[in-house]
């Protein structure tokens, strides 16, 4: 399994400001994903970070607020630009590696809190 | 595109009772995993079973098994023997060849002492 290090773990921001994510992983992995989860609820996908190429937005998430870098096979990170309160929630990073095991393993997450 | 739905909210059981979450799906593929995962309040999603939707057989791992209906296109989670420390949310998650996880709702568990 792949161990994940996500990094702040918790931080509160003030609105109009940035805040970048950070992912690490044990082990070389081909996909990389980022996730939201507002408060109460489930999660929806943001984007798809892989290596080498630009990430893939899902809808009704762009680059501009939610840019992504993913440098090499075992980091990337995912700022929140322009924050508001609205942006107040968990965001996961998740990896995959389909040619051992189809399953997803998270990190523990950074809860996120604008004022 | 396809949805998860988790119709029941929330669920309570007693320790040592067996208690049932409830999953559908709906999807045009006919290669899939589904999967359950636990988040407890620490934020962990932890991977719980998966299931190949290939396979006919039911997964089950311990104390939790899944009955898989490919036809009704169902996918519920029986926890048997709970546990205090079953309490968490649960959700349910399907993937196809796009290896994106699409999530249910979610079903919030507490197991009473």
Do not use: H
Not at chain 1, 27 to 43: H, I, K
Not at chain 1, 61 to 66: A, L, R, T, Y
């Amino acid at each position: 399994s792949a161990v994940i290090s996500q990094k702040p773990s918790r931080d509160i921001c003030q609105r109009g400001t940035s805040l970048t994510i950070q992912c690490q992983v044990d082990s070389q992995v081909t996909m990389m994903f980022w996730y939201r989860q507002q408060p109460g609820q489930s999660l929806t996908l943001i984007a798809t970070a892989n290596q080498g190429s630009e990430a893939t937005y899902e809808s009704g998430f762009v680059i501009d607020k939610f840019p992504i870098s993913r440098p090499n096979l075992t980091f990337s990170t995912l700022t929140v630009s322009n924050m508001s309160p609205e942006d107040s929630s968990i965001y996961l990073c998740s990896v995959e590696d389909s040619r051992r095991i189809t399953e997803a393993f998270f990190g523990q997450g950074t809860r996120l809190t604008v004022v | 595109a396809q949805t998860v739905t988790q119709s029941q909210p929330e669920m309570s059981v007693q320790e040592a009772e067996t208690v049932t979450l409830s999953c559908t799906y709906d999807t045009s593929e006919s290669d899939y995993y589904l999967f359950w995962y636990k988040q407890p309040p620490s934020r962990q999603m932890i991977l719980v079973i998966r299931q190949e939707a290939y396979k006919q057989q039911n997964a089950t791992e311990n104390r939790f098994s899944v009955n898989f209906q490919k036809a009704a296109k169902s996918f519920s989670l029986k926890i048997s023997d709970s546990q205090l420390g079953d309490a968490a949310m649960y959700f349910c998650a399907y993937m196809d060849g796009s290896e994106k996880l699409v999530f249910g709702k979610g079903t919030k568990l507490t197991v009473n002492p």
